[in-house]
């Protein structure tokens, strides 16, 4: 969510996420993403936690084959893109700022036959959701989401607005402070929450949320 241009001298030894570009090999199909850290910052770079939750959905523990899925802070794709190729139709979102850049990953990495099954379309969370057809997504994705704080609220409300009681959410992250922890605790208020996957090389958890059925809805 947060389009943050850094300082390239304040963390010299993530050097990585200076590279103009990142390659990787899922679904099949050789990737390359750009990235651009100099003019969007944490949008536009590859992150571990896109990384392991790729892994996890090409282990095929999720069905993805004709699910209607959403991809949240998508940044440079690559989880929206895996997706789309793995079988979804998937919606690939994430703030204005981040749009151009976004769609060009999307273009050069999904194949011409596969092209509709994937659209980028502008979100951010907790505004505009009436956009967003309630509770309609089989699978709601977010990776490394979770780390402002000031967001936990809008980022809640929209996973409860686009999803149902038949929904399942998959986000990926790496617990770093103990307000990470307090927006699982937040989480946990209206969702199932359980932790399906952890990656200990990378310190990546993946946690997969259900919506917490009312008396209404049983």
Known sequence: MALVPYDESVLPALSKIHSS???????????????????????????DAAVVLCMYLELGRVDLKGKTVIELGAGTGLVGIVAALLGANVTITDRKPALEFLSANVHENIPPDLQGAAQVSELTWGEGLDQYPSGSYDLILGADIVYLEET?????????????EDSEVLLSCRIRYERDERFLAM?????????????????????RATRIRTKSEL
């Open 187 to 207: 989480l946990g208020g209206r969702f199932s929450v359980q932790e399906v996957h952890y990656d200990k090389q990378r310190d990546i958890h993946i946690y």
């Open 21 to 47: 570009s990142a390659e990787f090999h899922f679904a099949s199909h050789r990737l390359r993403l750009a990235q651009d850290w100099n003019r969007l910052g944490v949008a536009a770079v590859v992150w």
């Open 152 to 164: 936990f609220p809008a980022l809640l409300q929209t996973l409860e607005h686009l999803s149902s």
